[in-house]
Protein backbone atom coordinates (compact mmCIF):
# COMPACT_ATOMS: atom_id res chain seq x y z
CA UNK A 1 0.00 0.00 0.00
CA UNK A 2 1.38 3.50 -0.69
CA UNK A 3 1.52 6.29 1.61
CA UNK A 4 0.92 9.30 -0.46
CA UNK A 5 -1.68 9.42 -3.68
CA UNK A 6 -2.64 11.99 -6.07
CA UNK A 7 -5.89 13.61 -4.98
CA UNK A 8 -8.03 17.05 -6.29
CA UNK A 9 -7.71 19.52 -3.66
CA UNK A 10 -9.63 22.46 -2.65
CA UNK A 11 -6.65 24.14 -1.29
CA UNK A 12 -7.78 27.67 -0.39
CA UNK A 13 -10.56 29.88 -0.13
CA UNK A 14 -11.04 30.81 -3.56
CA UNK A 15 -11.83 29.67 -6.80
CA UNK A 16 -10.29 26.72 -8.30
CA UNK A 17 -9.19 23.23 -7.21
CA UNK A 18 -5.29 21.58 -7.04
CA UNK A 19 -4.09 18.39 -7.63
CA UNK A 20 -1.90 17.36 -4.58
CA UNK A 21 0.04 14.49 -3.58
CA UNK A 22 -1.47 14.05 -0.15
CA UNK A 23 -1.28 10.88 2.66
CA UNK A 24 -3.36 8.00 1.87
CA UNK A 25 -6.40 8.04 4.56
CA UNK A 26 -6.21 6.58 7.33
CA UNK A 27 -9.21 3.69 8.37
CA UNK A 28 -11.04 4.23 11.53
CA UNK A 29 -11.70 1.57 13.39
CA UNK A 30 -15.11 1.10 11.67
CA UNK A 31 -13.98 2.65 8.48
CA UNK A 32 -13.08 0.96 4.83
CA UNK A 33 -10.36 2.23 2.42
CA UNK A 34 -11.45 1.76 -0.97
CA UNK A 35 -9.25 2.69 -4.45
CA UNK A 36 -11.58 4.49 -6.76
CA UNK A 37 -11.85 3.19 -10.31
CA UNK A 38 -14.59 5.92 -11.28
CA UNK A 39 -15.38 8.92 -9.81
CA UNK A 40 -18.13 11.78 -11.69
CA UNK A 41 -18.89 14.91 -11.56
CA UNK A 42 -21.76 16.29 -10.03
CA UNK A 43 -23.04 20.33 -9.63
CA UNK A 44 -21.85 20.51 -5.81
CA UNK A 45 -18.04 20.09 -7.27
CA UNK A 46 -18.71 23.15 -9.78
CA UNK A 47 -20.11 25.20 -7.52
CA UNK A 48 -16.74 24.34 -5.23
CA UNK A 49 -14.96 25.15 -7.93
CA UNK A 50 -16.30 28.36 -8.23
CA UNK A 51 -16.16 29.21 -4.77
CA UNK A 52 -19.54 30.64 -4.97
CA UNK A 53 -21.59 31.61 -2.01
CA UNK A 54 -22.81 28.50 -0.94
CA UNK A 55 -19.40 27.30 -1.19
CA UNK A 56 -18.00 29.52 0.91
CA UNK A 57 -20.34 29.32 3.47
CA UNK A 58 -19.84 25.52 3.54
CA UNK A 59 -16.71 24.53 2.78
CA UNK A 60 -13.34 24.19 4.75
CA UNK A 61 -10.37 24.31 2.78
CA UNK A 62 -7.85 22.14 2.45
CA UNK A 63 -10.80 19.11 1.40
CA UNK A 64 -10.16 16.46 -1.59
CA UNK A 65 -13.74 16.90 -2.98
CA UNK A 66 -16.18 14.58 -4.77
CA UNK A 67 -18.69 12.01 -4.07
CA UNK A 68 -19.82 9.90 -6.72
CA UNK A 69 -17.63 6.62 -7.30
CA UNK A 70 -16.89 3.06 -7.74
CA UNK A 71 -13.92 0.81 -6.58
CA UNK A 72 -12.17 -2.00 -4.68
CA UNK A 73 -11.79 -2.31 -0.86
CA UNK A 74 -8.14 -2.34 -0.50
CA UNK A 75 -8.12 -2.31 3.70
CA UNK A 76 -10.74 -2.62 6.79
CA UNK A 77 -10.74 -1.51 9.86
CA UNK A 78 -10.85 -4.05 12.87
CA UNK A 79 -14.45 -3.28 13.93
CA UNK A 80 -15.80 -3.91 9.99
CA UNK A 81 -17.86 -7.04 9.76
CA UNK A 82 -19.47 -7.16 6.61
CA UNK A 83 -16.87 -5.68 4.14
CA UNK A 84 -13.83 -7.39 2.74
CA UNK A 85 -10.82 -6.81 1.01
CA UNK A 86 -11.26 -7.26 -2.90
CA UNK A 87 -15.11 -6.33 -2.56
CA UNK A 88 -15.84 -4.11 -5.28
CA UNK A 89 -18.26 -1.22 -3.85
CA UNK A 90 -20.00 1.95 -3.98
CA UNK A 91 -21.23 4.21 -1.24
CA UNK A 92 -23.64 6.79 -0.12
CA UNK A 93 -22.00 10.21 0.19
CA UNK A 94 -24.85 11.01 3.09
CA UNK A 95 -22.95 10.21 6.31
CA UNK A 96 -25.80 10.32 9.16
CA UNK A 97 -25.78 10.13 12.97
CA UNK A 98 -28.51 7.18 12.99
CA UNK A 99 -29.87 8.53 16.53
CA UNK A 100 -32.14 11.59 15.60
CA UNK A 101 -35.52 11.08 14.94
CA UNK A 102 -35.43 10.99 11.29
CA UNK A 103 -33.09 8.26 11.29
CA UNK A 104 -34.90 6.61 13.81
CA UNK A 105 -38.03 6.63 11.58
CA UNK A 106 -36.88 5.82 8.21
CA UNK A 107 -35.97 9.43 6.57
CA UNK A 108 -32.27 9.41 7.28
CA UNK A 109 -31.95 11.40 4.29
CA UNK A 110 -33.14 14.15 6.04
CA UNK A 111 -30.80 13.67 8.99
CA UNK A 112 -29.77 16.69 10.35
CA UNK A 113 -26.91 15.80 11.63
CA UNK A 114 -25.65 14.53 7.81
CA UNK A 115 -22.26 14.83 6.62
CA UNK A 116 -21.36 14.63 3.42
CA UNK A 117 -18.28 13.09 1.03
CA UNK A 118 -16.55 15.86 -0.56
CA UNK A 119 -17.94 18.38 1.32
CA UNK A 120 -17.74 18.17 5.32
CA UNK A 121 -14.74 15.19 4.74
CA UNK A 122 -12.47 14.33 2.17
CA UNK A 123 -14.14 12.68 -0.88
CA UNK A 124 -13.41 10.67 -4.04
CA UNK A 125 -11.95 12.53 -6.50
CA UNK A 126 -8.56 10.75 -5.38
CA UNK A 127 -6.76 7.26 -5.83
CA UNK A 128 -8.07 6.36 -2.32
CA UNK A 129 -10.74 6.89 -0.31
CA UNK A 130 -11.66 6.20 4.06
CA UNK A 131 -15.77 5.82 4.00
CA UNK A 132 -17.40 4.20 7.38
CA UNK A 133 -18.42 0.67 6.59
CA UNK A 134 -22.48 1.64 7.14
CA UNK A 135 -22.73 3.16 3.68
CA UNK A 136 -20.48 0.93 1.75
CA UNK A 137 -23.10 0.00 -1.29
CA UNK A 138 -21.69 -3.94 -2.56
CA UNK A 139 -21.93 -3.64 -6.87
CA UNK A 140 -21.52 -6.55 -9.08
CA UNK A 141 -18.65 -5.90 -11.74
CA UNK A 142 -19.84 -7.70 -14.31
CA UNK A 143 -23.47 -6.07 -14.54
CA UNK A 144 -22.33 -2.82 -13.35
CA UNK A 145 -19.02 -1.49 -14.84
CA UNK A 146 -17.32 1.30 -12.78
CA UNK A 147 -17.84 4.02 -15.40
CA UNK A 148 -22.12 2.95 -14.70
CA UNK A 149 -21.70 2.08 -11.27
CA UNK A 150 -20.67 5.41 -10.03
CA UNK A 151 -23.28 7.07 -11.24
CA UNK A 152 -26.09 5.03 -8.95
CA UNK A 153 -26.03 7.98 -6.25
CA UNK A 154 -27.29 10.78 -8.38
CA UNK A 155 -29.00 8.47 -10.71
CA UNK A 156 -30.83 7.44 -7.78
CA UNK A 157 -32.17 11.14 -7.09
CA UNK A 158 -33.68 10.79 -9.97
CA UNK A 159 -35.56 7.42 -8.68
CA UNK A 160 -36.76 9.09 -5.71
CA UNK A 161 -38.14 11.91 -7.37
CA UNK A 162 -39.49 10.39 -10.50
CA UNK A 163 -41.15 7.06 -9.06
CA UNK A 164 -42.66 9.15 -6.39
CA UNK A 165 -45.54 9.25 -9.23
CA UNK A 166 -47.49 6.36 -10.62
CA UNK A 167 -46.37 7.04 -14.59
CA UNK A 168 -47.96 3.74 -16.23
CA UNK A 169 -50.12 5.68 -18.86
CA UNK A 170 -49.61 9.23 -17.96
CA UNK A 171 -48.10 12.12 -19.96
CA UNK A 172 -45.22 13.48 -18.14
CA UNK A 173 -43.05 16.98 -18.52
CA UNK A 174 -39.06 17.14 -17.40
CA UNK A 175 -38.27 20.67 -17.06
CA UNK A 176 -34.43 20.79 -17.02
CA UNK A 177 -32.25 18.16 -18.58
CA UNK A 178 -29.53 18.03 -16.55
CA UNK A 179 -27.93 14.83 -15.20
CA UNK A 180 -31.13 14.32 -12.86
CA UNK A 181 -33.71 15.34 -15.36
CA UNK A 182 -31.78 13.04 -17.97
CA UNK A 183 -32.03 9.96 -15.76
CA UNK A 184 -35.95 10.94 -14.69
CA UNK A 185 -36.64 10.95 -18.51
CA UNK A 186 -35.00 7.19 -18.83
CA UNK A 187 -36.86 6.25 -15.44
CA UNK A 188 -40.13 7.69 -16.63
CA UNK A 189 -40.01 5.65 -20.18
CA UNK A 190 -39.29 2.74 -18.30
CA UNK A 191 -42.19 3.47 -15.80
CA UNK A 192 -44.99 3.02 -18.64
CA UNK A 193 -45.00 7.18 -19.32
CA UNK A 194 -47.47 7.48 -22.35
CA UNK A 195 -45.70 10.58 -23.27
CA UNK A 196 -42.51 12.32 -22.22
CA UNK A 197 -41.48 16.01 -22.87
CA UNK A 198 -38.35 17.50 -21.97
CA UNK A 199 -37.72 21.37 -22.07
CA UNK A 200 -34.15 22.88 -21.37
CA UNK A 201 -31.65 25.77 -22.93
CA UNK A 202 -29.30 23.68 -23.89
CA UNK A 203 -29.65 21.67 -27.64
CA UNK A 204 -26.69 19.45 -26.34
CA UNK A 205 -28.66 18.47 -23.46
CA UNK A 206 -31.86 18.25 -25.34
CA UNK A 207 -30.22 15.67 -27.96
CA UNK A 208 -29.13 13.72 -24.86
CA UNK A 209 -33.05 14.03 -24.04
CA UNK A 210 -33.57 12.07 -26.73
CA UNK A 211 -31.43 9.54 -26.27
CA UNK A 212 -32.66 8.34 -22.78
CA UNK A 213 -36.53 8.52 -24.53
CA UNK A 214 -37.84 11.97 -24.89
CA UNK A 215 -40.48 11.71 -27.14
CA UNK A 216 -40.49 15.72 -27.88
CA UNK A 217 -37.87 18.13 -26.96
CA UNK A 218 -38.53 21.87 -26.37
CA UNK A 219 -35.47 24.54 -26.59
CA UNK A 220 -36.89 27.20 -24.34
CA UNK A 221 -34.05 29.78 -24.77
CA UNK A 222 -35.71 32.10 -27.75
CA UNK A 223 -38.97 32.49 -25.95
CA UNK A 224 -40.25 35.85 -25.86
CA UNK A 225 -43.23 35.49 -23.31
CA UNK A 226 -43.63 34.72 -20.15
CA UNK A 227 -45.58 31.19 -21.22
CA UNK A 228 -43.54 29.57 -23.77
CA UNK A 229 -43.13 26.45 -22.31
CA UNK A 230 -46.63 25.84 -20.72
CA UNK A 231 -48.01 26.84 -24.33
CA UNK A 232 -45.72 24.60 -26.07
CA UNK A 233 -46.82 21.93 -23.42
CA UNK A 234 -50.07 22.37 -23.85
CA UNK A 235 -50.03 22.16 -27.47
CA UNK A 236 -48.43 19.25 -27.97
CA UNK A 237 -50.27 17.27 -25.09
CA UNK A 238 -53.21 17.53 -27.40
CA UNK A 239 -54.60 20.65 -26.11
CA UNK A 240 -54.24 19.69 -22.47
CA UNK A 241 -52.17 19.99 -19.48
CA UNK A 242 -49.87 17.17 -18.72
CA UNK A 243 -50.39 14.86 -16.08
CA UNK A 244 -47.10 15.11 -14.24
CA UNK A 245 -44.34 17.58 -14.31
CA UNK A 246 -40.92 17.16 -12.72
CA UNK A 247 -39.33 20.70 -12.58
CA UNK A 248 -35.29 19.85 -12.67
CA UNK A 249 -33.74 23.36 -12.83
CA UNK A 250 -34.85 25.26 -10.03
CA UNK A 251 -35.46 28.07 -12.53
CA UNK A 252 -37.82 30.68 -11.95
CA UNK A 253 -39.57 30.56 -15.21
CA UNK A 254 -39.04 26.54 -14.96
CA UNK A 255 -40.98 26.75 -11.70
CA UNK A 256 -43.71 29.17 -13.87
CA UNK A 257 -44.30 26.77 -16.89
CA UNK A 258 -44.20 23.29 -14.24
CA UNK A 259 -47.74 25.16 -12.47
CA UNK A 260 -49.70 26.24 -16.06
CA UNK A 261 -48.59 23.55 -18.02
CA UNK A 262 -49.57 20.89 -16.03
CA UNK A 263 -53.48 19.92 -15.98
CA UNK A 264 -56.08 21.01 -13.42
CA UNK A 265 -56.17 17.68 -10.54
CA UNK A 266 -51.95 16.95 -12.01
CA UNK A 267 -48.66 16.74 -9.87
CA UNK A 268 -45.80 18.91 -9.79
CA UNK A 269 -42.66 18.03 -8.41
CA UNK A 270 -40.26 20.63 -7.52
CA UNK A 271 -36.22 18.77 -7.56
CA UNK A 272 -34.14 21.70 -9.04
CA UNK A 273 -32.96 24.16 -6.62
CA UNK A 274 -33.36 27.47 -7.04
CA UNK A 275 -30.18 29.92 -6.79
CA UNK A 276 -32.71 32.56 -4.91
CA UNK A 277 -35.92 32.75 -3.50
CA UNK A 278 -38.88 32.72 -6.08
CA UNK A 279 -42.59 33.92 -6.48
CA UNK A 280 -45.38 31.26 -6.63
CA UNK A 281 -48.99 32.67 -6.62
CA UNK A 282 -50.62 29.95 -4.55
CA UNK A 283 -54.15 30.37 -5.12
CA UNK A 284 -54.11 30.61 -9.15
CA UNK A 285 -51.08 28.10 -9.71
CA UNK A 286 -51.85 25.29 -6.63
CA UNK A 287 -55.13 25.50 -4.82
CA UNK A 288 -57.67 26.29 -7.70
CA UNK A 289 -55.85 23.90 -10.16
CA UNK A 290 -56.15 21.57 -7.11
CA UNK A 291 -52.56 20.15 -7.22
CA UNK A 292 -50.21 17.60 -5.54
CA UNK A 293 -47.33 19.49 -5.20
CA UNK A 294 -43.99 17.59 -3.94
CA UNK A 295 -40.91 19.29 -2.64
CA UNK A 296 -38.19 16.41 -2.49
CA UNK A 297 -34.30 16.26 -2.14
CA UNK A 298 -31.63 13.45 -2.47
CA UNK A 299 -33.18 9.98 -2.10
CA UNK A 300 -33.69 7.22 0.89
CA UNK A 301 -30.92 5.78 2.57
CA UNK A 302 -30.82 2.92 1.42
CA UNK A 303 -34.45 2.25 0.15
CA UNK A 304 -33.50 3.90 -2.91
CA UNK A 305 -30.42 2.67 -3.87
CA UNK A 306 -32.32 -0.97 -4.43
CA UNK A 307 -34.73 0.78 -6.75
CA UNK A 308 -31.33 1.70 -8.46
CA UNK A 309 -29.86 -1.29 -8.77
CA UNK A 310 -32.66 -2.95 -9.93
CA UNK A 311 -33.17 -0.65 -12.86
CA UNK A 312 -29.57 -0.04 -13.48
CA UNK A 313 -28.45 -3.75 -13.67
CA UNK A 314 -31.51 -5.37 -15.72
CA UNK A 315 -30.79 -2.41 -18.07
CA UNK A 316 -33.92 -1.44 -17.93
CA UNK A 317 -32.28 2.80 -18.09
CA UNK A 318 -29.16 2.49 -20.28
CA UNK A 319 -27.11 5.45 -18.55
CA UNK A 320 -23.76 5.44 -21.18
CA UNK A 321 -25.30 7.87 -23.57
CA UNK A 322 -25.34 10.46 -20.85
CA UNK A 323 -21.76 9.87 -20.19
CA UNK A 324 -19.80 12.49 -22.65
CA UNK A 325 -16.10 12.51 -21.00
CA UNK A 326 -13.88 10.37 -19.50
CA UNK A 327 -10.42 12.27 -17.81
CA UNK A 328 -8.03 11.62 -15.81
CA UNK A 329 -7.53 13.27 -11.82
CA UNK A 330 -5.05 15.84 -14.34
CA UNK A 331 -7.37 17.44 -15.93
CA UNK A 332 -10.38 18.17 -13.89
CA UNK A 333 -10.15 21.82 -14.43
CA UNK A 334 -11.43 20.72 -17.93
CA UNK A 335 -13.79 18.73 -16.75
CA UNK A 336 -15.22 21.83 -14.48
CA UNK A 337 -15.11 24.17 -17.37
CA UNK A 338 -16.84 21.42 -19.65
CA UNK A 339 -19.10 21.40 -16.88
CA UNK A 340 -19.83 24.68 -16.60
CA UNK A 341 -20.21 25.26 -20.51
CA UNK A 342 -23.54 23.20 -20.35
CA UNK A 343 -22.52 21.00 -23.19
CA UNK A 344 -21.86 18.01 -21.31
CA UNK A 345 -23.23 15.18 -19.71
CA UNK A 346 -21.97 13.21 -16.86
CA UNK A 347 -18.16 13.26 -17.00
CA UNK A 348 -16.01 10.33 -15.32
CA UNK A 349 -12.61 10.70 -13.34
CA UNK A 350 -10.26 7.75 -13.60
CA UNK A 351 -7.60 8.12 -11.06
CA UNK A 352 -5.89 5.29 -12.58
CA UNK A 353 -4.95 3.68 -9.56
CA UNK A 354 -3.47 0.25 -9.67
CA UNK A 355 -5.98 -2.31 -7.81
CA UNK A 356 -6.61 -6.02 -7.28
CA UNK A 357 -10.12 -6.54 -9.04
CA UNK A 358 -10.01 -10.26 -7.73
CA UNK A 359 -13.81 -10.92 -6.16
CA UNK A 360 -13.24 -11.10 -2.64
CA UNK A 361 -13.44 -14.53 -0.62
CA UNK A 362 -17.12 -16.24 -0.76
CA UNK A 363 -18.60 -15.39 2.98
CA UNK A 364 -19.69 -17.93 5.60
CA UNK A 365 -23.19 -18.43 5.66
CA UNK A 366 -24.50 -17.26 8.88
CA UNK A 367 -25.74 -20.20 11.56
CA UNK A 368 -29.50 -21.36 10.92
CA UNK A 369 -31.22 -19.95 14.16
CA UNK A 370 -33.84 -22.30 13.63
CA UNK A 371 -30.99 -25.15 15.16
CA UNK A 372 -31.55 -25.73 18.70
CA UNK A 373 -28.71 -24.77 20.82
CA UNK A 374 -27.22 -22.22 17.80
CA UNK A 375 -26.76 -18.83 18.97
CA UNK A 376 -27.68 -16.34 16.45
CA UNK A 377 -25.84 -13.05 15.83
CA UNK A 378 -27.37 -10.93 12.57
Not at 322 to 346: F, H, N, P
Not at 360 to 374: I, L, M
Request: glycine content about 10%; hydrophobic content about 40%.
Amino acid sequence: MPERMKAVCKAGSEPGLVIDEIPVPSVGRDEVLVGVEAASVCGTDLHIWKWDDWAANRIKPPLTIGHEFAGTVVDVGPDVTQVRVGDYVSAESHITCGLCFQCRTGQAHMCPRTKILGVDRDGVFAEYVSVPESVVWQNDREKLPPEIATLQEPFGNAVFATLAHDLAGQSVAVLGCGPVGLFSIGIAKASGAFSVLAADINDYRLSLAQALGADKVYNASADEGENGVADWLIETNEGFGVDVVLEMSGAQTSIDAAFRGVRNGGRVTLFGIPAKPVRIDVAESMIFKNLTVLALNGRRIFDTWYKTRWLLESNVVDLRPIISREVGLEEVETAMELLDGGDVGKIIIRPNVAVDVTPAPEREAPPDPNVQGQLFHP
